[in-house]
């Protein structure tokens, strides 16, 4: 037992106590002033560990992990004075014990220890932590947070797969319910998060917990190897700055996992006669190889698992997927998991926001850009249920698109357009209409999205020239806009309304600076009044 310390082993699973006092050798002096500045920092616990057995007799205390660590590190300590090793010989995330028994004896661990590594530091005049309740437990601390998640993402992935020289095994495991142990299953590998919840679910460890477990521990065994290793501090992976320095990988290789090139997205009910099918759509063919270049993880689709969408979201809908149907999965607005709900984030970009952000959003099924996905129905000589024939359906369908956005002959393209229908003050406003057209279509040249969409001639110009029909010469402004707002349609601004949001709003949310919103001048010259 260290000198000015109590081992009390305990027993509990609580991730709030992920890392909290860790490094007991308090670094900060006590503050008793009432107006001190903020304290901030990436590696900011607040302890509320006796939440778990009701409600807090005293606030949570503010604890700086970072800051202890370095205290410890000047005094030659390391993480063994404030954390517990469990039988694989892992430290424990918890301080001084590795698992929760009951309200006092948790209690105990910290008040015993904490305060008596905190005597021990002021014994030798050296910094240290309070030593009375309300040095720790605060109504109003002033401290803040800059903790920010680390998205392990398919590049940090990449690297990681290469440090470990694609053994999957040295991170992905499973639970074996019959021989009661973590096993490793090839070809079965998934996210983290997949199992390891926000909280403890089902005695399976908490995502934190497991990427402190797993992550600093894995990176420790290395740094004592004397090999290469990732960080073991709060800031090293949870600061903004030092995420800003962490090396990308700019073309990953794609991962391995015998995904599909294409598929035809399945319904899960390919093994039922086609007459009984609950959905009369056609099947969509996706090309999973392009998504995947796309996104920066398979969590960005495959939020639950690595399977099938259908698996989970069936036309009936099921307890799996939280009663949400496959159709609700696919369409919806207000998720990125989702097909729609992805295209309508990119439309936000600025190459897509000038146009795209006056659009109503329509999921219904008499829309005819349904057709962009819903191609064609499957032929009747292909067996739904034979993965490769469906697969083969969906190459052809991909291969037959047209990815090139399309606009009219510069020659029916106006070069200039003289708007004047409302000049009073100013002269009449010129428009650069072909350079306007020309713009779009270079800012959304790189995009197979873009491109795929606006393939026929005219789509473009309805970012401008909206609710009309595509044409070569669309009806003018003026035809739906009156000069002044009509009584029986308020919510359809006035010509005048029209130009300047139209024209501003597109500026704005392209992030064009000139001309300003409030420049009149710049678009418009004002008449002589002499």
């Known amino acids: ?261 294409v598929v035809l997205v399945k319904t899960g009910e390919e093994a039922l006669p086609r007459d009984q099918w609950s959905t009369a759509m056609y099947p969509v063919p996706f090309d999973h190889q392009s998504h995947e270049a796309y996104s920066s993880s398979c969590k960005v689709c495959h939020h639950a698992s690595l399977q099938s969408c259908a698996s989970c979201h069936t036309n009936a809908g099921k307890k799996e997927g939280g009663n949400v149907k496959l159709a609700q999965a696919m369409h919806s607005l207000s998720s990125q998991a989702s097909c729609m709900g992805c295209h309508l984030e990119k439309q936000k970009t600025p190459e897509c926001a000038g146009c795209h952000a006056f659009m109503g959003k329509k999921t219904n099924r008499q829309d005819p850009s349904c057709l962009a996905c819903h191609m064609a129905p499957l032929p009747a000589y292909v067996n739904p249920a034979n993965a490769e024939e469906t697969a083969d359906v969906a190459m052809d369908l991909l291969q037959a698109r047209d990815l090139e956005a399309k606009i009219y002959p510069a020659d029916k393209i106006p070069d200039k357009v003289t708007i004047g229908k409302l000049s009073d003050r100013f002269e009449p406003a010129v428009l650069p209409h072909r350079k306007i057209v020309n713009a779009l279509v270079d800012k959304t040249r790189d995009s197979k999205l873009a491109g795929y969409y606006h393939s026929e001639q005219g789509t473009l110009c309805q970012g401008c020239h909206h609710h009309s029909p595509p044409a070569e010469k669309p009806p003018a402004c003026s035809s739906c806009h009156g000069e002044k707002i009509e009584a029986d349609d308020a919510f359809r601004p006035g010509l005048l309304g029209a130009y300047h949001q139209q024209c501003i709003g597109c500026h704005q949310n392209m992030g064009i600076e000139k001309p300003a919103a409030r420049d009149c001048n710049a678009c418009h010259v004002e008449k002589n009044k002499g």
């Open 1 to 261: 037992m260290r000198k000015g310390t109590v081992h009390l082993k305990t027993g509990g699973m609580l991730l709030v106590m992920v890392m909290v006092f860790l490094l007991a050798a308090g670094a900060v002096k006590v503050d008793t002033s009432v107006e001190s500045p903020t304290k901030t920092g990436a590696g900011l616990i607040m302890i509320d560990t006796m939440r778990t057995f009701g409600p807090l007799e005293r606030p949570p205390v503010p604890y700086f992990h970072s800051r202890h660590t370095e205290a410890l590190a000047r005094i030659n300590r390391d993480c063994n004075v404030c954390h517990m090793a469990d039988e694989k010989g892992r430290l424990s995330p918890k301080y001084m014990r590795l698992a929760e028994t009951d309200r006092q004896t948790v209690a105990d661990i910290y008040h015993v220890n904490c305060i008596a590594c905190h005597r021990e530091l002021s014994g030798q005049d050296l910094k240290s932590g309070p030593q009375t309740c309300g040095g720790c437990h605060r109504e109003d601390p002033a401290v803040a947070s800059t903790w920010k998640d680390l998205a392990f993402d398919k590049s940090l992935h990449y690297r990681h797969v290469k440090a470990n020289a694609e053994k999957c095994d040295s991170c992905h495991h499973k639970y074996d319910k019959q021989a009661k142990q973590l096993i490793y299953v090839k070809g079965e590998e998934g996210a983290c998060v997949y199992c390891h919840k926000e909280t403890m679910v089902d005695n399976v460890i908490a995502s934190k917990e497991a990427s402190h477990y797993q992550c600093i521990g894995c990176h420790r065994d290395n740094l004592a190897k004397n090999k290469q290793g990732g960080p073991v501090s709060c800031v090293g992976c949870h600061d903004a700055d030092f995420q800003v320095g962490i090396e990308v990988i700019e073309n990953v290789p794609r991962m391995k996992r015998n995904q599909p090139d």
